[in-house]
């Protein structure tokens, strides 16, 4: 079983959703895993300060902010500037309903500007935004040395966006909740075209479990094994690559030790 240097997009409590654990429960799971650190998103808050208050570990906990319509374009910054090396883009309705294809919040034009003076590296993790939001987020990224976007959820990217997204430098996420759940009424791409596209483009390929709901259990076991699974299709040795080396050629970059 193959198990993920970083895990780069995963759900503790507390949530309005069911989770497995909260981040302290997390934390802990990945010390026994082996797993080096991950990304504490949530629909509802802003995590940079959930992570500072974990205790002392050996696994890194990476803080991120949202775009979500509870947030403000004050608190995101705030978020920033108290460790959130991630802001997502939006994923829920203002009732905290999961939703797809979602807009940029109105206030984005004047959040733009200010990721774009930024003195720490951020990445741009595109959520539930649909093909515009995506495109922004790539085109703020190309411009800016300090921020860097993440495509996530590429299984349910259309193949004729990869390219023009690669081309501008993001980097692209496949996850196991969207690799073994299938989104109803979106079309997923073959795991194995999408990763031999992207890779014959040069683009990053990194795996994530996108995991933490009470339902997939212990978030690096079910990350490990959707790694294996996705390992059947596209090979092992790619499969370890996109769980080992990509999630830690992302952190480098977040941690100012390599570009994109």
């Given at each position: ?203 990053l390929v990194y795996f994530t479990s ?51």
């Amino acid at each position: 079983m193959t198990v993920l240097s970083y895990d780069l997009h995963l759900h503790p409590a507390p949530s309005r959703a069911p989770r497995w654990g909260d981040g302290a429960a997390v934390q802990k799971a990945a010390e026994e895993a082996g797993v080096r650190g991950f990304v504490w998103k949530s629909h509802e808050q802003h995590t940079a300060r959930l992570c500072a208050a974990l205790p002392p570990s050996s696994v890194r906990a990476f803080g991120s902010a949202s775009l979500n319509p509870w947030a403000t374009p004050d608190d995101v910054l705030q978020a920033i500037e108290d460790g959130a090396a991630w802001l997502w883009g939006p994923t829920v309705s203002p009732a905290g309903e999961v939703l797809w294809d979602l807009d940029l919040p109105p206030y984005w034009p004047g959040l733009e500007r200010e990721l774009q003076g930024l003195r720490r590296r951020v990445v741009l993790a595109t959520g539930h935004l649909g093909r515009s939001g995506r495109s922004r987020f790539a085109e703020l990224a190309a411009a800016s040395p300090g921020l860097l976007c993440s495509v996530t959820h590429t299984l349910y990217v259309q193949p004729e966006e990869l390219r023009p997204l690669a081309e501008l430098g993001a980097v692209f996420e496949i996850d196991a909740y969207t690799l073994r759940h299938d989104l109803p009424g979106r079309a997923r791409q073959r795991p194995d075209d999408a990763v031999d596209a992207l890779r014959s483009m040069g683009a990053l390929v990194y795996f994530t479990s996108d995991g933490g709901q009470a339902s997939t259990g212990n978030p690096f076991v079910f990350g490990s094994e959707s790694l294996d699974l996705l390992a059947e299709l596209v090979g092992a040795a790619t499969a370890e690559a996109l769980g080992v080396a990509g999630p830690t050629a992302v952190v480098a970059w977040v941690d100012g030790e390599a570009s994109s």
